[in-house]
């Protein structure tokens, strides 16, 4: 079992920047491909970005390709979520994920994903 705990979501303005925090306590976290979606009001969940087990690997979203950097800490059991450059179509809830047997390919699928977050809202203002 592994429990995840998203922080660091807000209101900010369009253009300004925040970091989520993703804390993950229970199994062995560096086992695990940790990926971050989203969903907004009215619209499914979405793929964000995901990063894999050594940290080596990355993928995201075209809709943040650019803006976005996710990365981890292994030792602090974190996964981060540096948004930039934030525009008001990133207004939703933002949700941390973990996956103990995703391959790359289907890392942008929900439903590969073992273990979610409460959420943490984030909203750009225009």
């Known amino acids: 079992q592994v429990q995840l705990v998203e922080s660091g979501g807000g209101l900010v303005q369009a253009g300004g920047s925040l970091r989520l925090s993703c804390a993950a306590s229970g199994r062995t976290f560096s086992g695990y491909v940790m990926g971050w979606f989203r969903q907004a009001p009215g619209k499914e969940r979405e793929f964000v970005a995901a990063?894999?087990?050594?940290?080596?690997?990355?993928d995201y979203a075209d809709s943040v390709k650019g803006r976005f950097t996710i990365s981890r800490d292994s030792a602090k059991n974190t996964v981060y979520l540096q948004m930039d450059s934030l525009k008001f179509e990133d207004t939703a809830v933002y949700y941390c994920a973990a996956s103990r047997w995703a391959y790359r390919g289907r890392w942008h699928v929900p439903d590969k994903y073992d273990y979610w977050g409460q959420g943490t809202q984030v909203t750009v203002s225009s």
């Open positions: 990063i894999g087990w050594t940290g080596g690997s990355t």
